[in-house]
């Protein structure tokens, strides 16, 4: 269950990047950050509903070492059915952390056509052997039927047809206290986000050895935009991007 250390010299790098207690308070919504790990052509996969292998297992460490810092990790319906994906957390600060649900962040799956099942996923197996959290479900209107243990947030969706990312938010800070929260994709949540930087806070860009070719799901956002506090971290194979998005036009 539990995984390899991380590099002694990614915490201090991340360290600037991780949410933050006190801008929480002031802002009353939760601390984002966006991270995803991409080839160096920008593809997240080799297509559509391709699970596919990006980071090398250093930056696999850090993914589980960011996801202990935050108190939910969201996906969209497309990433949660393609991957069925755990989002739990295994790394642990010593040996004597193995709470490995307490250390995990909530999932926050936006489903919002209530495709995806939570039971017999892998995060309901992770779930009933007490090493995962049960999911928050973002949907558009009041399921028919409810799974047991899944907690149904409905936003109301807009005039197109797009969730409201200030509502969402707004929402799991007052109703399940969730104070930061750690978007890991699909394409479609990242590119959208990637162009807001009214509600991302932090950006992490793992950006493996690897081309994928043009076949590939493109990270690309639909018009120009620049980032601000940029550094970064190399390691044997992979390279990591740390940066805020800047508000300032291109």
């Known amino acids: 269950m ?7 010299d990614l915490i201090p790098f991340l360290e600037t990047y991780l949410p933050n207690t006190e801008e929480v308070a002031q802002t009353n ?7 995803y790990a991409q080839s160096i052509d920008a593809r997240i ?5 391709i699970r596919t292998t990006i980071s090398d297992i250093e930056t696999k460490v850090m993914t589980h070492y960011l996801r202990y810092h935050h108190d939910g990790i969201l996906i969209g319906s497309g990433t949660v059915l393609a991957d069925d994906p755990c989002l739990n957390c295994k790394w642990h600060k010593d040996d004597t952390d193995t709470n490995f ?3 995990s962040p909530t999932p926050i799956i936006l489903d919002t056509h209530q ?5 017999d996923s892998k995060m309901y197996h992770l779930f009933k052997k007490t090493e ?3 999911p928050i479900v973002v949907v558009h209107n009041k399921p028919i039927v409810e799974e047991q243990d899944v907690k149904y947030l409905v936003i109301e969706d807009g005039n197109d047809k797009k969730i409201d990312w200030k509502i969402l938010l707004q929402k799991l800070y007052e109703k399940y206290n969730i104070k930061s929260i750690m978007v890991e994709g699909g394409a479609y949540v990242i590119n959208d986000l990637l162009l807001r930087p009214d509600i991302v806070d932090s950006l992490i860009v793992t950006i493996g050895s690897t081309y994928l070719g043009s076949g590939g799901v493109q990270v690309s956002p639909r018009s120009a935009t620049s980032l601000t506090d940029v550094d970064w971290w190399k390691g044997k194979k992979d390279s990591i991007m740390a940066a805020r998005l800047s ?4």
């Open 115 to 119: 495709k995806w099942k939570f039971k």
């Open 45 to 49: 996969s080799l297509g559509p509903g």
């Open 2 to 8: 539990s995984i390899d250390r991380i590099k002694p």
């Open 29 to 35: 919504k939760p601390f984002v950050t966006l991270t």
């Open 247 to 250: 508000s300032e036009q291109i």
């Open 101 to 103: 649900a307490a250390n």
């Open 132 to 134: 995962g959290k049960s």
